[in-house]
């Protein structure tokens, strides 16, 4: 079935760079989406690609797509003690239905 | 525009009482959703609407009822809660399907004890 798996935690010092990691099950993904949620608000969208790009930037924010592994990453550079919260990837499934993996909390250490 | 709004914000509640969270959008958006959040677990879709009058089943449809009888309002129903149905719960709303923004509203943390 459609599955978007993450991995739960990441830690970074400030001023680093962060990868968050995603793969997805789905081949015939349309977009590809990077949420953030911060601490008790809803999700907010960051950036998202469509399925035949293999790069998005976005000023911070690299998205990298390999379709063939089914994987993204999300690449924050500079990363900032704002930027703690968690990053949810999410595939658009064939139909009406979007597919959340269970969100990647990023620590950002100053 | 207030875009999604949830309420309530928090509740506790028994073992088999009921109750509805309500989520409206101002947006005029025909796609609205329920999720609900356990950690470690991700979202995981309860219901869906694609229009007014329109609903359908999402992963984890048991114990919950939807309605949507004008495109603004989608409330999600819990019967007889179980303690299984503690959860954060978040209603999303999109204008149309593709590269569109998702706007979820705050949340509903929800405890059954």
């Known amino acids: 079935g459609e599955d978007v798996e993450q991995s739960l935690f990441l830690s970074v010092r400030e001023g680093d760079s962060s990868v968050i990691n995603c793969t997805y099950t789905?081949?015939?993904?349309?977009?590809l989406y990077w949420y953030k949620q911060e601490p008790g608000a809803g999700l907010q969208l960051l950036t998202y690609?469509?399925?035949?790009?293999d790069m998005k930037q976005d000023q911070r924010l690299t998205v990298l797509l390999n379709k063939k592994d089914k994987h993204l990453s999300l690449r924050i550079a500079d990363t900032q003690t704002g930027d703690s919260a968690i990053y949810f990837c999410?595939?658009?499934?064939?139909?009406?239905?979007?597919?959340f993996g269970a969100g990647t909390r990023l620590f950002v250490k100053a | 525009n207030a875009g999604v709004t949830q309420t309530p914000k928090f509740r506790i509640l028994k073992i088999g009482q009921s109750m509805t969270l309500q989520c409206t959008q101002d947006?005029?958006?025909?796609?609205m959703y329920w999720y609900r959040q356990d950690p470690g677990m991700g979202l995981k879709l309860i219901y869906y609407s694609v229009g007014a009058g329109i609903t359908d089943k999402g992963e984890v449809p048991n114990g919950y009822n939807v309605s949507r009888s004008t495109t603004e309002d989608f409330p999600l129903r819990l019967e007889l809660a179980a303690p299984s149905q503690t959860s954060v719960y978040f209603c999303a709303s999109i204008l149309s399907l593709g590269n569109t923004e998702a706007f979820f509203g705050q949340g509903t943390r929800l405890t059954v004890v």
């Open positions: 690609i469509f399925s035949n790009m």
């Open positions: 789905d081949s015939s993904s349309t977009y």
């Open positions: 947006m005029n958006h025909n796609y």
């Open positions: 999410a595939e658009e499934t064939g139909g009406f239905k979007t597919i």
